[in-house]
């Protein structure tokens, strides 16, 4: 079964300095990759997604996702990070074998000090 | 009404109660699920249905009962919960199984 990884619970960055929420997978074929962020007292919303083709994938609000094969992760970027960014974002993946399963991570909470 | 709606957004009940949570989405997606949400752990699944059938039940007590009457409403009915049910219940919505999904603001669930 596919799993996904987070190993860092917390991140905290500086308002204006890039990002980088760290992502690593398992699956046993070609795999569906998404990130989600999650705001306080909300559901996950969906920021981006790797299905097939860039390695780079652009998703919203200026985020941006590298797929790496080799090193089976998918870290979540963004060039210079704003407070309101800070959130709780979580990767996922699914295994294309089986449609309804999609595993989450543990999740990663996102602080940005001004 | 837009995205996917959950009512209500908070709840508490005893462990003899029985409850039910609702889940609306307007956004003509043909796949709904539910997630527990527990402190520091990652999303469970625990029922996944696609065109109005039951296609996952990942080993949920029987205390817990989901109900999609349409392709736009999902509910779970609950019944003799325990303290440990106490949780924030995450409904979701996708076009086809296996997409990006489309999440709720949740309930946020306290069995006392």
């Known amino acids: 079964a596919q799993s996904v990884a987070q190993p860092e619970d917390q991140v905290n960055v500086a308002e204006g300095n890039p990002l980088t929420v760290k992502c690593t997978y398992s699956v046993s074929g070609n795999p569906y990759l998404f990130w989600y962020v999650q705001y306080p007292n909300r559901g996950l919303q969906f920021l981006l997604k790797y299905i097939t083709g860039d390695n780079l994938v652009k998703g919203s609000y200026g985020f941006e996702a590298e797929f790496n094969k080799s090193q089976t992760s998918f870290h979540l970027k963004k060039p210079s990070a704003l407070v309101s960014d800070s959130a709780l974002y979580f990767c996922?993946?699914?295994?294309?074998?089986?449609?309804?399963?999609?595993?989450f991570g543990a999740g990663t909470r996102l602080t940005v000090k001004p | 009404e837009t995205g996917v709606t959950q009512t209500p957004r908070h709840l508490v009940m005893g462990m003899t109660n029985k409850k039910s949570l609702k889940c609306e989405q307007h956004l003509g997606h043909n796949a709904m699920y539910w997630y527990k949400q527990s402190a520091k752990k990652p999303l469970e699944l625990m029922f996944v249905y696609s065109l109005e059938e039951r296609v996952e039940n990942n080993s949920v007590p029987s205390r817990f009962s989901p109900e999609c009457p349409n392709s736009s409403h999902l509910f779970l009915h609950l019944h003799t919960l325990q303290p440990e049910d106490s949780a924030l219940y995450l409904c979701a919505s996708s076009q086809g199984a296996g997409h990006e999904q489309y999440f709720g603001p949740g309930t946020r669930l306290t069995v006392t």
């Open positions: 996922a993946v699914r295994d294309p074998s089986n449609n309804n399963d999609m595993r």
